[in-house]
Nanobody
Framework: QVQLVESGGGLVQAGGSLRLSCAAS????????MGWYRQAPGKQRELVAV???????NYADSVKGRFTISRDNALNTAYLQMNSLKSEDTGVYYC?????????????WGQGTQVTVSS
């Protein structure tokens, strides 16, 4: 089992910045992927950014150039620096951790943290 604790959400004005953190604990695999997903009201959950344990990253087109995902493997923590926030970035942000063992994927989600961007 892996537990994820997210922090850093809140209310910010458009153009502002927030930094989200996601701390993982439990049965952490050395090789894993952590990422951030978000869900706006009435919409499906979507990928925001992911980072592998060797720091390869992938971003949604809508956040490229504004958001930066990073991680500290010693702390098993992933971060999402969000700059130039827009109202459309509003939603619940969820941290996800997953790793593979043979042919089985083990995936865990955090409880979510609310990000609200006021225009």
């Amino acid at each position: 089992q892996v537990q994820l604790v997210e922090s850093g959400g809140g209310l910010v004005q458009a153009g502002g910045s927030l930094r989200l953190s996601c701390a993982a604990s439990g049965s952490i695999s050395i090789i894993n992927t952590m990422g951030w997903y978000r869900q706006a009201p009435g919409k499906q959950r979507e990928l925001v950014a992911v980072i592998t344990s060797d720091s390869n990253t992938n971003y949604a087109d809508s956040v490229k150039g504004r958001f930066t995902i990073s991680r500290d493997n010693a702390l098993n923590t992933a971060y999402l620096q969000m700059n130039s926030l827009k109202s459309e970035d509003t939603g619940v942000y969820y941290c996800k951790y997953h790793h593979w063992s043979a042919t089985t994927e083990y995936a865990y989600w955090g409880q979510g943290t609310q990000v609200t961007v006021s225009s």
